[in-house]
């Protein structure tokens, strides 16, 4: 009855497993794994938000297979207004392209590249969901490398070796989660001459790339046009707003090819005309909230980095790794037991939760990730049981 692409194995492995047993009994737990920022006590301007979303133009219903002309304006201000765009020329809003989330761009751009079959090259290590997002779409991933040497770097031979026939498209998530490493210009530059020789996309997730910690965005693909580029952004991270449920691809790329996607995408999209109208009006102030929330965001991660460099001083057999941007940290470990088994522990008997490594596809063990988002005192709380028990 059920279709192959969905044949995932549902069961909780022993982690998630060990996870549950402790919510069912009622454990108070530290989790060092939150994400989502409406939960982690940032101040916002509620007031401003809900305003923004009562506009009596919300009642008309008025569709656009790429959303709202002012919306996409609002977007392309986001951009033309950013440090990363240089001497570049202005995206304009005739190229961007409103989603629901991120998740459904992807949906878009995987529908609009590949066949069933078709692959798209993902670094590893990065995000689980794009295994999901590629299995509900018929597409299959093949990974390239990051490598880690005073800070991370993509192994352009390894993904050269890893094009195939079947290669649509190459993803890359600036900065990447969970290590935090932006696409640097002469690697994006790299990236993008290999697509146009290749005849490959490129698709570049981006949702991430106003948090600088210790390094500093350098490029957008929203301004790359020597191939085929997907630009994808939103809500959830910009402002810290992921209940908002809105986000975007910007389509950049030599002219004859741009244009031959930016009509099939107006059909896709088109098909599902998915952005609800009081969002889209009310996208100009909502993203005008990035300007209270990035500077708690970003004040909190580096606190938190803070404390941590502090207690590692004790522990000389833990390093933390460089943290370019985003706002998590990975932690390498010794490996006396597996990542998992780690993780285990440290629910079972500290009451903490953290990623192992093999979450995010790290091929070997000696890796734990940790949000630093996390409120500051459980942090604190909780990254001491870290150091204590991994070490």
Not at 124 to 135: G, M, V
Not at 193 to 210: G, P, Y
Request: hydrophobic fraction near 40%; proline fraction near 4%; glycine fraction near 6%.
């Amino acid at each position: 009855m059920f279709t192959r692409r969905t044949g995932w194995k549902l069961t909780e492995n022993r982690y998630a497993a060990a996870l549950s047993r402790a919510r069912a009994r009622g454990n108070k737990l530290i989790d060092l794994t939150v994400s989502n920022p409406t939960q982690c006590n940032f101040s916002f301007d509620s007031a401003g938000i809900l305003s923004a979303l009562s506009q009596a133009e919300s009642l008309n219903y008025d569709p656009d297979p790429q959303g709202l002309l002012s919306a996409r304006s609002a977007v392309a201000n986001y951009y033309n207004s950013s440090k990363v765009r240089g001497k570049s020329a202005a995206v304009s809003p005739e190229r961007i392209f409103l989603t629901t989330s991120t998740s459904e761009g992807y949906s878009y751009l995987f529908r609009l590249l590949c066949d069933p079959g078709d692959e798209v090259l993902v670094l590893r290590p990065s995000y689980p969901l794009f295994e999901f997002l590629a299995d509900i779409q018929d597409v299959q991933l093949r990974s390239y490398e990051l490598f880690y040497d005073h800070g991370w770097h993509f192994d352009i031979g390894g993904l050269q070796a890893a094009i195939t026939e079947r290669t649509r498209a190459v993803l890359v998530v600036n900065p990447n989660n969970p290590t935090g490493s932006f696409v640097q210009h002469h690697e994006l530059k790299q990236l993008a001459a290999l697509c146009r020789e290749r005849n490959l996309a490129l698709i570049s997730d981006e949702v991430f790339l106003d948090y600088e910690v210790e390094g500093a965005a350098d490029v957008s693909a929203a301004f790359s046009n020597e191939c085929v580029s997907f630009a994808l952004s939103g809500l959830s991270k910009i402002s810290c707003l992921p209940q908002m449920k809105l986000a975007w691809i910007v389509v950049s790329g030599p002219t004859e090819l741009r244009d031959e996607a930016h009509a099939r995408l107006q059909v896709i999209a088109d098909t599902y005309l998915s952005v609800n109208a009081p969002i889209q009006h009310a996208l100009p102030e909502l993203l005008k909230q990035r300007d209270r929330l990035q500077p708690q965001v970003t004040e909190r991660v580096r606190a938190n980095l803070k404390f941590l460099d502090g207690q590692l001083g004790s522990f000389r057999s833990i390093q933390r790794l460089k943290v370019e941007g985003g706002w998590y940290a990975v932690l390498r470990i010794p490996t006396k037991k597996s990542d998992e088994d780690l993780a285990i522990e440290l629910i079972e008997h500290a009451g903490v939760v953290v990623h192992p490594g093999h979450f995010y596809d790290f091929q070997k063990d000696g890796y734990l990730v940790v949000s630093l988002i996390t409120p500051d005192a459980e942090f604190q709380k909780g990254i001491v049981s870290v150091l204590e028990i991994s070490a």
